[in-house]
Each structure stands twice: as C-alpha cells, then as structure tokens.
C-alpha cells in the first residue's frame, strides 16, 4: 500500500500529538537507560553501530530534524548565565547541522527536539549534568498523522560554557537517533565524560551516524 507523502514544510506545527505505545512497552527510553543492541558476530572497529538500540517501532531517525531551543529572557548583564548557555548549546547543535538536516524553530509545537535550561532530576541517585528522554508519539501535521520521535533534551547551565557544549552535542546524538555509547572516550558520543570537553564530532560518530540513516525510519500509525 501506498503511504501518503510526507508534509511539504518538514517544521509544520503539531495540530495534535498523541503517545504511541506497544504492545507490553511503555513507549519511553530514557537514554542513561538505554542498552546495547545485540552485537553482530564481527562488530566494525570503525564505528559503534553494534551499542545502538532501536525502539519496538523501528529506528527513531528523522529524514529532517526540527528543533526549539528555550530561548534567552534576560538580554541584560544580568542574564549572562543564559546568554552563555544558549550560545554553547547552539554552538552544539551547529556541528550536528553539519552532518544532518536540522532547522532550528521558534516554537515548540513544531519541533521533534525540545532542549530546556535545567538540571536533570537524580536517575537511580544519580545526578547527571544532561538528559535526553525519548517518547514516540503520533503527530499531526498539515492534515497528516505520522509515527515521530519526540525528544526532550535537558541541559544544566551549572557548568563552564566548553562543557555545556560538550554535553549539548552529546544529548543531541542521542536525540539524533544514536540511543547507545561509545566505549571510546574520545567519540563524543563516549559512555563516560572526556578529561577535555568533546566539542566536534570523531570520525566514528560520524561513520555511526551514517550506517543509522540508512536504516529503516519508524513505521507510521494505523489510520484511525
């Protein structure tokens, strides 16, 4: 059968969103929670597409992302923290521009990545400085209902500006479909923080990367 096409302007607002959820699945997958794929019988050096984990509805690629960023309300010397925060996560979301289709919008209905200024709440008493916390959902857009990864993203501004960087770029791939770590502490995609901030991608996130927009994207919603 058939699939309708996609909506001709890729940011077009949510008119209405809806969770999806599997059968026996919750739906979410928080990315510290996220586990290793089964690994083929000879994993490539060059890459870590063997850490990837999929969702019960395909892998959570977008062929374009849209993403909000909460924006700065204090212009003044006063908002210095904010300012400096924004920059360096923008910044982060620079470098993955230069790898995949992103357009950066001023609302939050149509975007697909949601990155907020606060600290992440302790997981399993664990504080972290960034989380990305993965939902599928159904979303109508121009009169069409899709399957869409929706991607919260929170990013603490306790922290110098490299290293908000740092954690920008590394909560922005997991919202870029790469739920999984790389046992290599200088992809910045790393399972544990670098000594020195990561601020550009490896040539293996960038190899991962590649491998996972070729697979297949999620699977679109029954027709209701």
């Known amino acids: ?18 969770p999806w959820t599997a059968q026996n699945d919750p739906g979410v997958f ?3 929670a996220a586990q290793a794929a089964s690994a083929p019988e000879r994993q490539p050096s060059t890459d870590y597409r063997h850490q990837l984990k999929p969702t019960p509805a395909g892998w959570p690629t977008q062929a374009h992302w849209c ?23 923008n910044q982060a979301l620079d470098t993955w521009q230069r790898h995949l289709p992103i357009t950066l919008v001023d609302q939050p209905e149509r975007a697909q990545v949601i990155v907020e200024r606060r600290r992440p709440p302790r997981l399993n008493n664990r504080a972290s400085h960034g989380r990305a916390v993965l939902e599928l959902v159904e979303v109508q857009r121009q009169g069409r209902w899709q399957l869409e990864p929706k991607v ?13 960087q740092a954690t920008a770029l590394h909560e922005l791939g997991h919202a870029f479909g790469l739920w999984g770590h790389s046992d290599q ?20 996130d960038q190899k991962t990367l590649q491998w996972l927009q070729q697979q297949p994207r999620l699977q679109p919603p029954t027709t209701r």
């Open 67 to 89: 993403v909000w960023i909460e924006p700065v309300r204090d212009n003044g010397p006063t908002g210095i923290w904010e300012q400096r925060w924004f920059q360096a996560v």
């Open 152 to 164: 919260t993203v929170l990013i603490s501004p306790g922290q110098a500006q490299p290293a908000i």
């Open 185 to 204: 502490a200088g992809d910045a995609m790393g399972v544990k923080p670098s000594a020195t901030p990561i601020l550009e991608l490896s040539p293996r």
């Open 1 to 18: 059968m058939d699939l309708p096409p996609p909506p001709s302007a890729p940011c077009a607002i949510a008119t209405e969103i809806r």
């Open 30 to 32: 928080p990315g510290a």
